[in-house]
């Protein structure tokens, strides 16, 4: 075990920026000894102010947190009495426990409207007896759980010095029926969910762009795959490739402009460049082999893609510019679905080893290799926006399709509770969104 977490302390340490004050707090391992023990105490509010929310404030920033895989929140529950405020902190009672770090506040109603509330928060470092930061939100009850994740964001961008994604978007396509299909955005922990298309065709692949505004998908409304995108600012959305045979894979370019798709014109997909409006279509390479699931690196010259051309799947990448193509992987009998970080050094994808079907990372530095999940049959894996997280499907055993996050040190594997229905495919919205 000691060999594993040290080879994996050299794998993700190169890609985790720490700010000069987490880099007195925190050090990235890959065991649940280096997670960072915080507390985060029940916030101080007025008597039934937010009773018909279904999490307490500090349940979910205790959510969130826990489901980085960065942070240990600790069982408070048999404390007693928190404080109110920093000034409050019984910093010998808080390091009996082993908490590194304390969340505390309240939360007030507006003095004029009682739809409003005002959250003020404080992070104390127990350790070094001081108050980190102390900071104040308002606004509207229904803002409840955003202002909770800003608060994680907050957090763990001051302990990490990268930015949270937990008041992120994340999109999916849930089955409803047997004829009733459902392009679905939520929050990132699948709560406030909106269906943006409805349809009695299957709809798989979401990709959204860059840029936030808009989502590409694959739809079988005219009896075989072809791709549109929906405009989220508009809701109006194109056709964007209903070309012969199968259109498939879309995947945007790194400024949103363009997107790399499959077609299959012949017997074999192809990767194709193609504008965000359907012009200047070109083909990238010509072979006789299966070239699909294009992933662009942020560089923006390179994509990724599976290719069969050594015969089992194993991804390669192209450079745009001279169609160099090089292969990547090497381990694994079966290795599909590429994703790449956004910092552009790991690589993410599903490994088919000893029959099961596992989320990897590849270092693209030094090809070192790290399976995330147990499987047996996780699909469709995708970097969270900071490069943190990783959003992929799974069969809940083994039969229905569901969602969720695995952190990148693969020490926490998350379910995201989306209610009824079958979840095909999800993609996970910028930062910016």
């Known amino acids: 075990m000691k060999s594993i977490l040290s080879t994996f302390l050299f794998f993700i340490s190169l890609f985790l920026p720490i700010n ?12 649940k000894a280096s997670m960072i023990p915080i507390a985060v105490t029940p916030f101080h509010e007025q008597t039934a102010l937010t009773k018909n929310q279904t999490q307490k404030i500090n349940q979910i920033i205790d959510s969130d947190l826990r489901r980085s895989g960065l942070f240990d929140p600790l069982n408070v529950a048999g404390v007693g009495s928190y404080p109110r405020d920093a000034m409050e902190v019984n910093y010998s009672n808080w390091s009996a426990m082993q908490a590194q770090f304390l969340i505390l506040g309240k939360i007030e109603a507006d003095d004029i409207d009682k739809n409003k509330i005002k959250v003020t928060w404080s992070l104390v470092d127990i350790f070094k007896q001081n108050i980190v930061m102390t900071s104040t939100l308002a606004g509207t009850l229904s803002q409840y759980r955003a202002i909770a994740h800003n608060i994680s964001d907050t957090v763990y961008e001051k302990l990490t010095g ?45 990709r959204w762009s860059p840029d936030g505004k808009k989502i590409a998908y694959v739809s079988f409304e005219k009896n075989k795959p072809v791709i549109y995108i929906q405009n989220l600012e508009t809701g109006k959305r194109i056709l964007l490739a209903n070309f012969k045979g199968n259109n498939s894979a879309p995947a945007w370019s790194p400024d949103s402009k363009k997107l790399a798709i499959v077609l299959t014109y012949s017997a074999n997909s192809q990767l194709y460049i193609i504008n965000e409006d359907g012009s200047d279509i070109r083909q990238l390479m010509r072979t006789y082999s299966i070239n699909t699931e294009p992933a662009w690196a942020p560089n923006g010259d390179e994509i990724y893609f599976v290719s069969d051309r050594g015969g089992n799947g194993q991804i390669y990448k192209v450079n745009i510019n001279n169609n160099e193509v090089t292969r990547v992987t090497y381990e694994g009998k079966n290795n599909l679905s590429p994703s790449i970080s956004p910092d552009g050094k790991l690589l993410l994808f599903i490994s088919q080893k000893d029959g099961k079907y596992r989320v990897a990372l590849q270092n693209l530095l030094n090809n070192q290799y790290l399976t995330l999940t147990d499987g047996p049959q996780d699909e469709s894996p995708l970097f969270a926006p900071n490069g943190h997280m990783v959003l992929f499907t799974y069969k809940d055993y083994g039969k229905i399709t569901k969602i969720g996050t695995v952190s990148i040190n693969g020490l926490m594997k998350t379910p995201i509770d989306l209610g009824k229905g079958i979840v095909l495919e999800s993609t996970w919205g910028p930062l910016k969104n």
């Open 162 to 206: 990268t930015p949270g994604v937990f008041h992120t978007k994340i999109a999916f396509v849930k089955k409803i029926s047997s004829a009733e299909y459902a392009l679905t955005i939520s929050d990132f922990d699948g709560f406030n969910q909106k269906a943006i298309v409805k349809t009695n065709k299957p709809i798989i692949s979401p």
């Open 20 to 31: 000069s004050f987490a880099l007195e707090t925190i050090e990235i391992l890959g065991g």
